[in-house]
């Protein structure tokens, strides 16, 4: 089950794994506009962990990215797209998971119209995303966006 990290305690451990954006700070990645999630297992491990952005414009690269959601956070207001700018996982099909329970949750909890990636410009990433049901929106020279039905 989907479980949505409030402290910078939860999430400060977790930054050091991040295998496509360890640079971003556990601080930057609970700024209003942000969401941190995680599943677990039934031994309470955590099992992958997916990091939302809300945003009203699909970014290309992380600086618009966080500009992208400071603009759309302003009076307390949510994105109406949700970019997942990093996902992994530490267990076989945990990735898989984690994407289509936080696509739900932000369907449902959400004023959202679209779920879109931030995603390297790797291979593994594209892979991934299209075999989950992604379809690739653009390639730009620093990222590459896929998006999931909503």
């Not at 506009?33 to 290309?60: Q, S």
Request: with cysteine; hydrophobic share 35%.
């Amino acid at each position: 089950m989907l479980e949505k990290l409030e402290t910078l305690e939860q999430v400060y451990t977790l930054c050091k794994d991040d295998p496509v954006r360890p640079h971003i700070s556990g601080d930057q990645r609970l700024q209003k506009g942000k969401d941190v999630f995680v599943i677990r297992d039934d031994n309470k491990n955590i099992t992958a962990v997916i990091c939302i952005a809300y945003t009203n414009e699909v970014p290309t690269n992380e600086k618009e990215l966080d500009y992208y959601t400071q603009v759309a956070c302003q009076d307390g207001q949510h994105g109406s797209i949700a970019v997942a700018y990093t996902v992994w996982s530490y267990s076989k099909g945990a990735g898989r998971e984690i994407v289509l329970q936080a696509r739900d949750f932000v369907k449902n909890n959400r004023p959202v119209t679209r779920l879109v990636t931030l995603s390297p410009l790797t291979i593994m990433a594209e892979r991934f995303h299209l075999r989950n049901g992604a379809t690739l929106l653009a390639k730009h020279p620093y990222a590459q966006n896929f998006e999931y039905k909503i």
